[in-house]
């Protein structure tokens, strides 16, 4: 059984991220689309909060589950007995970003791979930075998070105005 797996911190999930999980969920027995910590960034959304809006945009894939961890990816990678994990590209910088953490994992396990997707051209500039910042002025953000999650992910930005 093929399994990928697509980490992320997803504060929140996107729909380009949606489309990159679409995509490998094609090329694959089994996704698995993990939730986890990146120390670099505070996230806004809480671990459960992120899994439940992944959870929520992803219901109507049959072979993708989706989990949280706040260990190492490549401790993760192991225990799930993945092949690879998949990650979207949208420019130049992503691509440098992502190579980087590829090679700092492969260090740690070389077994480790990686496939990288480039994002559709009309997701290129979604990002869920992006997200916030237009959510917290009120702004729309239907186009940049998957239906089902707009009203709770546009709830929450709002809140945090208060
Ligand atoms: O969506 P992000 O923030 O770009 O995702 C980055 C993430 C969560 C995949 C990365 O920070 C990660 O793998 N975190 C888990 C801890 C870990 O293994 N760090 C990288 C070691 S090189």
Same mark, same amino acid.
């Given at each position: 059984?093929?399994? /990928? /797996?697509?980490? =992320?911190?997803?504060?929140?999930?996107?729909?380009?991220?949606?489309?990159?999980?679409?995509?490998?969920?094609?090329?694959?027995?089994?996704?698995?689309?993990?939730?986890? !910590?990146?120390?670099?960034?505070?996230? /806004?959304?809480?671990?459960?909060?992120?899994?439940?809006?992944?959870?929520?945009?992803?219901?109507?894939?049959?072979?993708? !589950?989706?989990?949280?961890?706040?260990?190492?990816?490549?401790?993760?990678?192991?225990?799930?007995?993945?092949?690879?994990?998949?990650? =979207?590209?949208?420019?130049?910088?992503?691509?440098?970003?992502?190579?980087?953490?590829?090679?700092?994992?492969?260090?740690?396990?070389?077994?480790?791979?990686?496939?990288?997707?480039?994002?559709?051209?009309?997701?290129?500039?979604?990002?869920?930075?992006?997200?916030? !910042?237009?959510?917290?002025? =009120?702004?729309?953000?239907?186009?940049?998070?998957?239906?089902?999650?707009?009203?709770?992910?546009?709830?929450?930005?709002?809140?945090?105005?208060?």
């Amino acid at each position: 059984m093929k399994v /990928l /797996l697509f980490p =992320g911190s997803f504060d929140p999930f996107t729909r380009g991220h949606r489309d990159i999980a679409r995509r490998a969920s094609r090329v694959c027995d089994k996704l698995v689309v993990a939730v986890m !910590e990146n120390s670099a960034k505070q996230t /806004l959304f809480t671990a459960e909060e992120r899994e439940e809006l992944v959870r929520l945009s992803l219901a109507d894939y049959d072979n993708i !589950e989706v989990i949280s961890s706040s260990g190492l990816l490549v401790d993760l990678y192991k225990q799930l007995g993945c092949c690879a994990v998949v990650r =979207g590209i949208r420019s130049e910088s992503d691509f440098r970003y992502e190579a980087e953490l590829a090679l700092a994992n492969r260090l740690l396990y070389p077994e480790y791979d990686c496939l990288l997707l480039p994002c559709r051209d009309d997701m290129s500039l979604i990002s869920s930075s992006i997200v916030k !910042e237009v959510g917290h002025y =009120g702004g729309d953000i239907s186009k940049m998070v998957p239906a089902e999650i707009v009203d709770i992910v546009k709830a929450k930005l709002m809140k945090g105005r208060i």
